[in-house]
């Protein structure tokens, strides 16, 4: 992979085999966990679990029979 310039950023091309492998889509997010040697540790963040967490500090819940669907939310 080639590291490239993205505006004021730095960015990487995922390989198609790397993306089916981490079950990635655009809009995903990645975290940089740890960084071994020069090799980094990545996994794809769950914002749905990262939510609910969030929610439950709070002591809120969601609606009876609530699901998080990025996809439908963004057809409403």
């Not at 980094?40 to 609530?66: F, N």
């Amino acid at each position: 992979m080639k590291v490239l310039k993205w505006d004021d950023d730095l960015a990487v091309r995922l390989p198609k085999e790397l993306v089916e492998k981490m079950g990635l889509s655009e809009g995903d997010e990645l975290n940089i966990v740890d960084v071994v040697g020069r090799t980094l540790v990545v996994e794809k963040a769950d914002k749905r679990a990262e939510s609910l967490e969030r929610m439950e500090q709070r002591g809120w819940s969601a609606p009876e029979g609530y699901k998080f669907d990025r996809d439908e939310a963004n057809e409403r």
